[in-house]
């Protein structure tokens, strides 16, 4: 059985990125943690929101690199030293979440409050143009 993709269409001119985009994703294999959601905050705005108590600002890192946003915590593991835990039900460990961000989605800023990280993203909207193709003789 032959694997159709989108490279292999004929209409689909140039969307083998595209392909490797989604197989990406595909790859990514986040574990859930830590939980997220994601908003439109206008109309051409984006809000990541990352549930991470008890990060602060040097905990975190946000990155984008050949479209692809990483988010990555670690806490300071001398907060930890002396303290002796009988439960211990808050999550403190390491994480990385990753988004694939589309052609003209720029990072508009990141915020930190309440124990919730804002990763806001904006849309660029792209000028329409119209362009004639001059047609030569051979």
Known sequence: M???TF???PFLLGFDQL??????TAKSGNDGYPPFNIEQSSEHG????LAVAGFGEGDIAI????RQLMIRGRQAEEADEGRIFLHRGIAARAFQRSFVLAEGVEVAGAR???????VD???AVPEKVVQTIRITRG
Do not use: P, S, W
């Not at 392909?19 to 990406?24: D, I, K, S």
């Not at 990155?63 to 050949?66: A, F, I, P």
């Open 7 to 9: 490279a292999a269409h």
């Open 46 to 49: 984006f809000r990541i929101t």
């Open 63 to 66: 990155t984008v690199e050949d």
């Open 121 to 123: 993203l904006v849309r």
């Open 2 to 4: 032959t694997k159709l």
């Open 112 to 118: 930190l409050e309440n124990g919730l990280l804002h």
């Open 19 to 24: 392909e490797r985009l989604v197989e990406r």
